[in-house]
């Protein structure tokens, strides 16, 4: 009882580090990128921070809310998101996607609640169908088609990385909860060729292309990745110190969001950012701990997805900035600048906890 009990303190800790650790590099990766565009210098950092309060609200509150009144709203949670998701294209495009709600003071970005929404949907549904999903046409396919929906909504905005993010969190808690490797293998063979021929269509094949050898386009398209390699590298074992980058200085675009391990290595080199991965692997390792103690289905496969969407967008995030995946819009959990990223994790961080007490529940 007392290793669970640890386990929500362990929680806390870890995401209070990452959140401060990601407010500190924020600080310093965003200062020039508000002065260029002719903001504040703390313009972003003061966001981030009004994100990080309301988002320690919205923790706290879900914290307070029993995990199996989540699954009472799954319906309630999947329309919204629907709703929201084809509200993005009645607003205007930013940067050519549409991937906003836009309100009066602030922006609301559909996809993050999807991250939740197609977890807790899953959750209940395995839960609920368990003797069915040997089944194709009773058990796999209606769920394949429901969360079909929000990927194709989230792909056209368009999303790739999202959409990939959240295609990898869904097999692995179908493969966990029970469907058969058959059909989930029809489903790849069905959704693959999509994601190929997207993948293969203006600026994302130049991307594809690019990540194969940015040198060969350092200027163009290659030249996000080529400065993203120059950071790391020069960055060393121990960093040039906080607030030392030299990348950040307008060579480096999106440095705050999309690129912000690159600013984090160049500044502390391979130690400070070895770091953060130990941070994130730690924070895994004990979310799988409370997954796998309880006993019931839907509390294990929801701690599980919540626990596995966040170590894959991590390791999506740092996989682009090294090179070793395509570039692709995915911002590193906790650290990003993003006030809909780091609300939402915020909030999935209470349902977290909340998970961690009720595991402790049912052991007295």
């Known amino acids: 009882?007392?290793?669970?009990?640890?386990?929500?303190?362990?929680?806390?800790i870890i995401t209070s580090f990452l959140v401060i650790l990601g407010l500190?590099?924020?600080?310093?990766?965003?200062?020039?990128?508000?002065?260029?565009?002719?903001?504040?210098?703390?313009?972003?950092?003061?966001k981030q921070l009004i994100?990080?309060?309301?988002?320690?609200?919205?923790?706290?509150?879900?914290?307070?809310?029993?995990?199996?009144?989540?699954r009472k709203l799954t319906p309630v949670f999947y329309f919204a998101t629907l709703i929201m998701l084809v509200t993005v294209f009645a607003y205007r495009p930013i940067n050519g996607a549409h991937r906003w709600v836009l309100l009066p003071g602030f922006s609301l970005q559909p996809s993050e609640l999807a991250k939740f929404t197609v977890i807790l949907y899953l959750a209940h549904y395995l839960d609920k169908k368990e003797d069915k999903l040997k089944d194709f046409a009773k058990g796999f396919l209606p769920?394949?088609?429901?969360?079909g929906l929000i990927g194709a909504l989230i792909l056209m905005e368009p999303d790739f990385g999202t959409t990939f993010l959240l295609i990898t969190v869904l097999l692995a808690m179908f493969i966990i909860g029970g469907a058969?490797?058959?059909?989930?293998?029809?489903?790849?063979?069905?959704?693959?060729?999509?994601?190929?021929?997207?993948?293969?269509?203006?600026?994302?094949?130049?991307?594809?292309?690019?990540?194969?050898?940015?040198?060969?386009?350092?200027?163009?398209?290659?030249?996000?990745?080529?400065?993203?390699?120059?950071?790391?590298?020069?960055g060393g074992l121990f960093g040039k110190g906080l607030g030392n980058s030299s990348q950040k200085l307008h060579f480096l675009p999106e440095a705050h969001?999309?690129?912000?391990?690159?600013?984090i290595s160049e500044e502390t080199g391979l130690w400070g950012a070895f770091g953060i991965m130990i941070l994130f692997g730690l924070l895994f390792y004990v979310l799988i701990k409370v997954a796998k103690s309880h006993e019931d289905k839907f509390k294990r496969l929801l701690t599980f997805g919540m626990a596995y969407v966040m170590i894959v967008q991590a390791i999506l995030h740092i996989g682009v900035v090294s090179g070793a995946l395509p570039t692709k819009g995915i911002g590193l959990p906790y650290m990003s600048y993003g006030g809909s990223s780091m609300i939402f994790a915020l909030f999935m961080t209470g349902v977290l906890l909340r998970s961690a007490e009720e595991a402790q529940g049912q052991k007295q």
């Open 1 to 12: 009882m007392n290793d669970i009990r640890d386990n929500r303190l362990k929680i806390l």
């Open 24 to 46: 500190i590099f924020l600080l310093s990766s965003g200062t020039m990128v508000a002065l260029s565009l002719g903001k504040q210098e703390l313009y972003f950092f003061q």
């Open 51 to 70: 994100s990080v309060l309301v988002g320690c609200f919205i923790m706290y509150s879900a914290y307070r809310v029993p995990l199996n009144t989540w």
């Open 143 to 147: 769920a394949s088609i429901m969360l």
């Open 180 to 234: 058969s490797i058959m059909h989930i293998g029809g489903v790849l063979g069905f959704i693959a060729p999509i994601l190929i021929a997207g993948l293969m269509m203006g600026y994302r094949k130049a991307r594809l292309l690019s990540f194969l050898d940015p040198l060969e386009d350092r200027f163009g398209v290659g030249y996000q990745l080529v400065q993203s390699l120059a950071a790391i590298c020069s």
């Open 257 to 263: 969001t999309d690129f912000i391990f690159a600013i």
